[in-house]
């Protein structure tokens, strides 16, 4: 019998049981006492509560990281340091577990290591996205033990192609989650399912920890004790009501935490509790008695943050027509719904409905959320040049598939650089066109944006590169062998060191200091000179 019409027939028998037993699909619970929704004047007081404890942590470890690399930089008045991961697939994420491994004094022991530890906020998109939740929702253990526990295996015998889909009986739970979810009146898309399947690879915990919601993290070991850099993962809008169906480059960027989705962007300007997405509101107010849980899960977000199946737009074909694994994802919708290009985006109940402040989306009942590099800004970067969040230096692990061999070229941060300055958002340094990057070798090696200028935040862009393995492997490339998924992260250590490159480490701690304003070592001259872009 055909895999495909065997799986169906699975389903058929099994669903009603096992739907039953789902720990996937959102539930009623008592609404909060607190407001559901909230104008975008500045970060949440739980954010600003999460910082205010991080940032003593943040500031000692960065101090002794900055004392470990050079004895002469000062350690008084340091500045907040970020991270950001872009999207690239699984080889965005391997390339930035290496340069989170290289980073992390738990798990690496070059020039490099403890700045993880020094971290304020960290980002990630698609592929850093995938990374990002991998790393957070495991309640952030190593990257060795990550890649040995769950990832080796994982993705050599990846659910993401069809031969592999009964590997473990995860793709029966799987159909069971998205059914539970239709049950409670939910009606799934492509994501759902593919946002399970990814979370059978990067999730610990029974049904490919689909007990794990955004939120929960809050209440994880090193989150409580404010040990980790606080996580934001971002997403895309497409407003399908409009006649489109992939984003214009100024679409509104939203970003979710622990503890709030939303957007600084005008149009939306607001946020709502991360926990109760998925609840019925109008203007900021619950339109039931109950609200809903559930709906964060950790799986569904992540894959919202890289859902890329927009790109089919309205020649969405039918079930039979669909080649490789998106059969399957549309064999298992098809038992709930007829299939339509609906089923191609991430859908929330809009949180912003008739919300004053959210002009741009307040007559949508639903918002429809894609990729977070749709709009070709690959590298997530717009939640942390917001005035509201004081951020000094950004650390940008870029790798986006711009080339023919799928390296960086530098238009993706360019296009940020643009859109934050029609945006007013005037802290984003300079950053030239791709063309200056080709030319210059920018987008081959480690460089410094933004250092003459104590207005805006440094930027210190780390592109991928083919230090030690050919990583330029493809967005598409959904399967690596133990080799491949070890060379890959070993190269991304190789990105986060410039290669080893013994000077490296002072002139990212130079970088780094020179926010201070301190007298700096004598060794930054010549880092300036090399690294500092204008």
């Known amino acids: 019998m055909h895999l ?163 590997v473990g009986g995860a793709y029966t739970q799987i159909s069971a989650d998205v059914l539970a979810k239709n049950a409670a009146g939910y009606p799934p898309t492509i994501v759902d399912v593919y946002g399970r399947l990814l979370a059978y690879q990067l999730l610990k915990g029974p049904d490919g920890g689909v007990a794990i919601q955004l939120s929960s993290i809050t209440g994880f070991s090193n989150f409580t004790s404010h040990n980790v850099p606080f996580p934001i993962i971002t997403s895309t809008n497409v407003e399908t009501s409009t006649g489109v169906c992939t984003p214009p480059n100024n679409t509104v960027i939203y970003e979710f935490s622990p503890y709030e989705f939303g957007s600084f962007d005008s149009g939306v300007n607001a946020f709502t509790q991360t926990k109760y997405l998925g609840t019925s509101l109008s203007n900021g107010s619950p339109t039931k008695a109950t609200c809903e849980t559930n709906y964060d899960n950790l799986g569904y977000i992540l894959g919202t943050s890289s859902d890329v199946f927009d790109e089919l737009c309205f020649t969405f074909p039918l079930v039979a027509d669909v080649p490789g694994i998106l059969a399957n994802i549309s064999a298992i919708l098809a038992q709930t719904h007829t299939l339509t290009f609906m089923d191609e985006y991430a859908i929330y109940p809009n949180p912003f409905y008739k919300y004053n402040h959210s002009t741009l989306v307040q007559a949508q009942s639903e918002l429809t959320l894609v990729d977070g590099g749709e709009s070709h800004q690959n590298n997530p970067l717009f939640p942390l040049i917001q005035p509201a969040r004081s951020v000094d230096v950004i650390l940008v692990n870029d790798n986006s598939a711009d080339t023919s061999g799928n390296f960086p070229d530098g238009s993706e941060i360019y296009q940020t650089y643009m859109q934050a300055q029609l945006a007013g958002l005037t802290k984003m340094p300079v950053i030239p066109p791709s063309a200056t990057f080709l030319s210059e070798g920018l987008n081959q090696r480690p460089t410094f944006f933004g250092c003459n200028d104590t207005s805006k935040i440094t930027i210190v862009y780390l592109p991928n590169y083919n230090y030690t393995f050919p990583s330029g492997e493809s967005t598409e490339k959904v399967e690596y062998l133990p080799s491949e998924t070890s060379g890959m992260i070993a190269n991304g250590g190789e990105v986060a060191t410039m290669g080893g490159n013994a000077m490296f480490p002072t002139c990212l701690a130079c970088a780094i200091a020179k926010k201070t304003g301190d007298t700096l070592p004598a060794a930054c001259t010549s880092c300036f000179s090399t690294f500092c872009y204008n």
């Open 4 to 166: 495909l019409t065997s799986f169906i027939l699975a389903v058929g028998i099994l669903s009603s049981a096992q739907a039953a037993l789902s720990g996937y699909a959102p539930v009623p619970a008592t609404c909060p006492g607190t407001p559901l929704v909230r104008n975008a004047t500045g970060i949440s007081t739980s954010e600003s509560s999460y910082i205010s404890a991080r940032a003593p942590l943040a500031s000692a470890a960065l101090g002794a990281w900055l004392k470990k690399v050079n004895s002469a930089f000062s350690t008084t008045n340091l500045p907040a340091v970020a991270l950001t991961t872009s999207g690239g697939g699984y080889r965005s994420l391997l390339t930035g577990a290496g340069v989170i491994q290289a980073l992390d004094s738990r798990d690496s022991n070059v020039g490099t290591s403890g700045l993880y530890q020094g971290l304020t906020y960290q980002a990630g998109l698609s592929g850093g996205g995938w990374l990002l939740s991998s790393f957070a929702g495991n309640n952030y253990p190593t990257i060795s033990n990550l890649e040995t526990t769950l990832w080796t295996t994982a993705f050599a015998e990846s659910l993401l192609v069809p031969d592999n889909l009964e």
